[in-house]
């Protein structure tokens, strides 16, 4: 069994940064990518920043020079640290890991979500 615990979000003022982090605990042979979504009432889940195992990464369109995704592979523990927030960045923020179980086989798994909420 596999568990992602997200922690870090809270409420901020616009302008402000928070920083989460999601950290994973289990049966782990490996991890692949870890990536960050959001999604918020009424709207499609939305990819935030992904990063591969060997540190690729990528961003939203609306989130680049003002997010930055980061991983820990011995912690198994992804970062987003979230500078010059917006009000549109208020949502529910979750992570999500491709795990590998043993060398060839792997899930995809998902944090139960932590809030963000940027007031103007």
């Known amino acids: 069994q596999v568990q992602l615990v997200e922690s870090g979000g809270g409420l901020v003022q616009a302008g402000g940064s928070l920083r989460l982090s999601c950290s994973a605990s289990?049966?782990?042979?490996?991890?692949?990518?870890m990536a960050w979504y959001r999604q918020t009432p009424g709207k499609q889940r939305e990819l935030v920043a992904r990063i591969t195992s060997d540190g690729t990464t990528n961003y939203a369109d609306s989130v680049k020079g003002r997010f930055t995704i980061s991983r820990d592979n011995a912690k198994n523990t992804v970062y987003l640290q979230m500078n010059s927030l917006k009000p549109d960045d208020t949502a529910v923020y979750s992570c999500?890991?491709?795990?590998?179980?043993?060398?060839?086989?792997?899930?995809?798994?998902w944090g139960q979500g932590t809030q963000v909420t940027v007031s103007s």
């Open positions: 289990g049966s782990i042979f490996s991890i692949g990518y």
């Open positions: 999500n890991a491709q795990v590998f179980i043993s060398p060839l086989r792997s899930y995809s798994y």
